[in-house]
């Protein structure tokens, strides 16, 4: 017999969330509360969620038409840092959008985990403040042109705090493409 089924539950629930199964509390009974798993979207690579931004590792990524060397090269990067969306996966190999739209499959290998972005890419000309302080009325420590690369450290309530060769500064949210609205990033 079981002495805690509620903290059980709970195990169960996290063990079900960390194979990746969504699960759902059913009513509570006598017994405690029950757990029903679900059946998994489907199974991935990596089982992390999906659409997800990492960055380019190197400087020359060729981009394919599917997802194996044997595909056409349909373009390439010359730039590491990049960030790209990651929008679908098939074994070692990630289908993956940049800013502009265009979409491919690169090996994983050649992603890294290091958090970008871009600032304003469908801007033509201005420049966007980058903030002392996470508050529009904040001095500016910098302003960054629409397209320029940088590295994104934290964001939450809607600024990130970003950073590149000699400035810092917190640029709202909805300004960089790179992460999505209202995500929380942590350093």
């Known amino acids: 017999?079981?002495?805690?089924?509620?903290?059980?539950?709970?195990?169960?629930?996290?063990?079900?969330?960390?194979?990746?199964?969504?699960?759902?509390?059913?009513?509570?009974?006598?017994?405690?509360?029950?757990?029903?798993?679900?059946?998994?979207?489907?199974?991935?690579?990596?089982?992390?969620?999906?659409?997800?931004?990492?960055?380019l590792k190197s400087s020359k990524i060729h981009v394919r038409q599917g997802p194996g060397s044997e595909y056409d090269i349909v373009f390439t990067f010359m730039r590491a840092g990049m960030p790209v969306e990651i929008v679908q996966e098939f074994g070692n190999w990630r289908k993956i959008r940049d800013s502009d739209g265009q979409e491919g499959w690169v090996f994983h290998s050649l992603l890294s985990g290091r958090r970008t972005a871009v600032v304003a890419p469908w801007a033509s000309n201005g420049e966007i403040a980058a903030r002392q302080g996470a508050d529009p009325g904040s001095a500016v420590s910098a302003y960054l042109e629409p397209r320029v690369l940088t590295d994104v450290e934290e964001c939450a309530a809607g600024w990130c705090l970003v950073h590149g060769t000699n400035y810092s500064g917190w640029i709202e949210q909805e300004k960089l493409w790179g992460v999505y609205p209202d995500e929380e990033v942590s350093g």
């Open 1 to 55: 017999m079981l002495r805690h089924p509620i903290r059980i539950a709970v195990v169960l629930v996290a063990a079900l969330a960390a194979a990746g199964t969504a699960a759902t509390m059913l009513p509570e009974t006598k017994a405690g509360p029950q757990v029903a798993a679900k059946k998994p979207a489907s199974k991935r690579g990596t089982g992390l969620p999906l659409p997800r931004f990492v960055s």
